[in-house]
């Protein structure tokens, strides 16, 4: 089984936090149709923090500031037929621009939620898992 660690980022802005939907028509998805952080796959040599700004930028056109990370994740989706491992580590972001989202073609909408009203979306479990334990911190 591969494994690869991913980095995902929970964007705060005016109290509320960033989910985007991957799109149902994104070929490399593993979650289609479900809201999810901001985040991706830690390129070789490449250190969390800008991972995390890349990945923002790639999927949502947003620059952030990278904050403490509270939450280690782990799940396995099939990807083209094959099970894959992931490890993901959830950081607390700020935005550090402009606060329009340009969505990129794998994600077809975005919303922002207030915490704890997390589970009237339809977001993956490792989402829900990682909005619990922010909530408990």
């Not at 923090?49 to 904050?67: N, P, Y």
Request: overall charge neutral.
């Amino acid at each position: 089984m591969k494994q690869f660690t991913a980095v995902r980022s929970v964007i705060f802005h005016r109290d509320k936090i960033l989910i985007i939907r991957e799109s149902m028509r994104y070929a490399g998805g593993t979650q289609k149709g479900k809201y999810d952080f901001p985040g991706g796959k830690i390129e070789p040599g490449e250190q969390y923090d800008d991972a995390v700004k890349r990945e923002v930028f790639e999927e949502t056109g947003l620059r952030v500031k990278v904050g403490k990370p509270f939450h280690v994740g782990e799940w396995r989706p099939e990807i083209n037929g094959e099970r894959i491992q992931i490890i993901g580590i959830f950081f607390e972001c700020s935005l550090s621009g402009d606060s329009e989202v340009k969505l990129s073609s794998a994600h077809d909408a975005y919303k922002w939620i207030e915490p704890e009203e997390y589970k009237q979306h339809n977001i993956t479990e490792e989402t829900e898992r990682a909005f619990k334990a922010y909530l408990l911190k």
